[in-house]
């Protein structure tokens, strides 16, 4: 409980900071284009993420498979 109530506390000013400065402080037009780069970026490095996990994954199942052998008949 004390983690979370230092959580909120630390992190409930500057996020609401986050909200009311830049709308005194810039434009409309100058927000908007700030906001769509920042979430193209992210998007970008959510699919590398997403990429590199996937090769990650797939490599270790390959390099379990050929740590295992081909299967045995019965």
Do not use: C, D, K, Q
Not at 13 to 26: H, T
């Amino acid at each position: 409980m004390t983690a979370f109530a230092f959580y909120a506390f630390a992190s409930g000013g500057p996020s609401i900071l986050e909200w009311i400065y830049p709308n005194e402080l810039f434009p409309t037009e100058v927000r908007a284009t700030a906001v769509g780069v920042a979430v193209g970026i992210s998007r970008i490095g959510l699919m590398e993420g997403a990429i590199r996990s996937g090769r990650r994954a797939a490599g270790r199942i390959i390099r379990a498979a050929h740590r295992e052998g081909p299967p045995r008949r019965r």
